[in-house]
T-cell receptor, first 113, second 116 residues
Framework: KQEVTQIPAALSVPEGENLVLNCSFT??????LQWFRQDPGKGLTSLLL?????REQTSGRLNASLDKSSGRSTLYIAASQPGDSATYLC????????????FGDGTTLTVKP | GAGVSQSPSNKVTEKGKDVELRCDPI?????LYWYRQSLGQGLEFLIY????????KSGLPSDRFSAERTGGSVSTLTIQRTQQEDSAVYLC??????????????FGPGTRLTVL
């Protein structure tokens, strides 16, 4: 059974700082990995999707990496802003079941002005 | 439509009553997923549809939970004889053709269910 862990559970940084969020998974036979953002009381917004054959994806100030062999992904946020404050979730989809995703519990990020 | 929509946005019901939650996926998306998020918990997978069929129902917590999808579009999640532990936010997501390199899940805003 796939298990997804995100560390740290919460993170508080001053504006402008670069930061890294971590996601680890126990079963490396994944189909893809997706990073989401969730604002309080809202649904999830997709940030980046990394296919199992890829090593990283970039979008603006965000960069996500994937190391399947070690069961790890990182989300790098450059020059953080108060608007980046949210909960960040990673979700792993298994290689044998294109439907189901297993989510981590998330990292709640606070960027202080 | 512009995105995944869900209704109602909030539902308060009494223990023992049945409830229906609706999801309208993005037009043309063949896959549809239901998840739930309990207070302080992560997202828990419930069921996955490909077209109108459900190849994976493994996340449905009990036989009080059922879901259907018609016309390859709208889906309804039904909870019978609701219990207080069913209180959660129920999230629906859709994605284009599974197996494509753009197979991103797009989420709706969720339905917040409160069972008194």
């Amino acid at each position: 059974k796939q298990e997804v862990t995100q560390i740290p559970a919460a993170l508080s940084v001053p504006e402008g700082e670069n930061l890294v969020l971590n996601c680890s998974f126990t079963d490396s036979a994944i189909y893809n990995l997706q990073w989401f953002r969730q604002d309080p009381g809202k649904g999830l917004t997709s940030l980046l999707l990394i296919q199992s054959s890829q090593r990283e994806q970039t979008s603006g100030r965000l960069n996500a990496s994937l190391d399947k062999s070690s069961g790890r992904s990182t989300l790098y946020i450059a020059a953080s802003q108060p608007g980046d404050s949210a909960t960040y979730l990673c979700a792993v989809r298994q290689g044998t079941n294109a439907g189901k995703s297993t989510f981590g519990d998330g990292t709640t990020l606070t960027v202080k002005p | 439509g512009a995105g995944v929509s869900q209704s109602p946005s909030n539902k308060v019901t009494e223990k023992g009553k049945d409830v229906e939650l609706r999801c309208d996926p993005i037009s043309g998306h063949t896959a549809l997923y239901w998840y739930r998020q309990s207070l302080g918990q992560g997202l828990e997978f419930l069921i996955y549809f490909q077209g109108n069929s459900a190849p994976d129902k493994s996340g449905l917590p009990s036989d009080r939970f059922s879901a259907e999808r018609t016309g390859g579009s709208v889906s309804t999640l039904t909870i019978q004889r609701t219990q207080q532990e069913d209180s959660a936010v129920y999230l629906c997501a859709s994605s284009p053709i599974p197996g494509s390199h753009t197979d991103t899940q797009y989420f709706g805003p969720g339905t917040r269910l409160t069972v008194l």
